[in-house]
């Protein structure tokens, strides 16, 4: 094997490794963009209702989600704070989305959320959050019954 066919067989080598390393790179970089699309897309879908104050100016958008008015009223919860929590779970939803995590991966792992959810409060209002997502609020509940079975129980 003379000098040029070593010299052949590593351009060879070296073009293949740039070649693989650019393609998997690329691989990585559009799953990624796909994953930050879905949130975007995901927190678009929802514009309306996220935007502030959306509900406490028309608290009757929550019977189009089976809650009662005069329930939430007569549980001295205010639809700010309700508005509040969606937002919250919401945002928190898109995170994962963006960062490819599973919402009970992280909430295992959220020292913020996990003092938010140990909160009284918070548990009184994610009953009536709740309304508003569907896997995501599983995945809350579960979440919740796992870490305070005596505090939170079973959600309704």
């Known amino acids: 094997m003379g000098f040029s066919d070593i010299v052949s067989t590593i351009a060879i080598v070296l073009s293949t490794t740039a070649f693989l390393i650019t393609y ?35 608290p009757s958008i929550l019977e189009f989600y089976g809650l009662d008015l005069d329930e939430i009223k007569n549980a001295e919860i205010s639809i700010e704070d309700i508005h509040f929590l969606v937002l919250s779970v919401y945002s928190m939803k898109a995170y994962c989305m963006a960062e490819g995590t599973r919402v009970s991966d992280y909430l295992k792992n959220s020292k913020r959320r996990e003092i938010m959810f140990s909160l009284k409060k918070t548990q009184k209002v ?27 129980g079973n959600p309704d």
């Open 24 to 58: 998997f790179r690329d691989r990585k970089l559009s799953e990624e963009n796909r994953r930050f699309q879905g949130a975007n897309a995901y927190l678009q879908r929802n514009a309306e209702l996220l935007k502030i104050g959306a509900l406490a100016e028309t």
């Open 126 to 152: 994610w009953k009536y959050a709740q309304h508003f997502f569907i896997s995501t609020a599983e995945d809350i509940n579960n979440y919740l019954r796992e870490t305070y079975p005596e505090e939170y």
